[in-house]
C-alpha cells in the first residue's frame, strides 16, 4: 500500500511541472486524492461490501468533484490532472501510467449487463473534456485528443480526435505526453479543399490568359 502511494506521488512529478514539493502534492491534489480514496472503496467493493464502497466514493466526489465507481479496475501509477468533472464508470479498466485531463469520461452507451465501459491501456493520455463511451479497448501509448468523442476500439500508438472520433495518426512516434492539442481533422481537410480551390483558380486565370491572346 505505502509503495502505491509513493509511486502514485511520483506520477504527479513526472507529469506536472507545477508540482513544487512532496507537501504540497499530498496535501492539494485532488487527482491524488481521488485515487487513494478509490483504491478503500475498491477494496470493499471486492469483498462485497457495495454500500460502504459506494458511500466511500460519494465522499470522494464531495471532496474532489471527481467520480470514481468503486467497482473500476485501476492500475499504477495514474494521474488525474485537476480532475475536475471526471467520471469513471464502473466496469471500466485503466493500465498503468495513464493520464487524464478534467472533464473526461470514461462511460457507457446503455443500460446493457456486463463489460460495458472501457478498457484503457498502458501510458495512455486522454485530453480534457474527452468523452470514451463503450465496451472497447483504447490501445497502449495512444492519445485521446481534447473534446474527442470516442466510440469504436483505438488501436496501439494512435491518435484519435474529433466528433466522432477519428484516428489521425497510427503506429507513429508517440507524441508528447503532456501536448494534448491534437490536429482537427475537419480543419485539414478545409484546407485541402481549399488549395484544390486556390489551384482551380490558377488554372483558370491562364485560360482566361490563353483567350485573350487568340
Not at 506536472?16 to 472503496?41: C, K, M, N, Q
Amino acid at each position: 500500500m505505502l509503495k502505491n502511494m509513493r509511486s502514485d506521488i511520483q506520477a504527479v512529478f513526472d507529469n506536472d511541472p507545477a508540482a513544487r514539493s512532496w507537501f504540497e502534492v499530498i496535501f492539494t491534489y485532488s487527482g491524488l486524492h481521488a485515487i487513494w480514496w478509490h483504491r478503500i472503496a475498491h477494496a470493499f467493493y471486492r469483498r462485497g461490501w457495495f454500500t460502504v464502497a459506494r458511500t466511500l466514493s460519494q465522499c470522494s466526489r464531495f471532496m474532489t468533484g471527481i467520480e470514481i465507481h468503486p467497482g473500476a479496475t485501476i492500475g499504477e501509477r495514474l494521474f488525474i490532472d485537476h480532475g475536475m468533472g471526471v467520471v469513471i464508470g464502473e466496469t471500466c479498466e485503466i493500465g498503468n501510467d495513464v493520464l487524464i485531463y478534467q472533464g473526461v469520461t470514461l462511460g457507457g452507451t446503455g443500460k446493457e449487463k456486463g463489460k460495458r465501459h472501457p478498457t484503457i491501456g498502458n501510458n495512455v493520455v486522454i485530453g480534457s473534456g474527452a468523452k470514451i463511451l463503450g465496451s472497447f479497448k483504447v490501445g497502449d501509448q495512444s492519445n485521446i485528443g481534447s473534446n474527442s468523442v470516442v466510440l469504436r476500439e483505438v488501436p496501439p500508438d494512435s491518435t484519435v480526435v474529433g466528433i466522432p472520433g477519428k484516428i489521425v495518426r497510427q503506429n507513429g512516434k508517440p507524441a508528447d505526453r503532456l501536448r494534448h492539442q491534437m490536429p482537427d481533422p475537419i480543419t485539414s481537410k478545409l484546407n485541402e479543399l481549399q488549395s484544390e480551390i486556390d489551384q482551380l483558380r490558377k488554372q483558370l486565370a491562364t485560360c482566361e490568359a490563353e483567350i485573350k491572346k487568340e
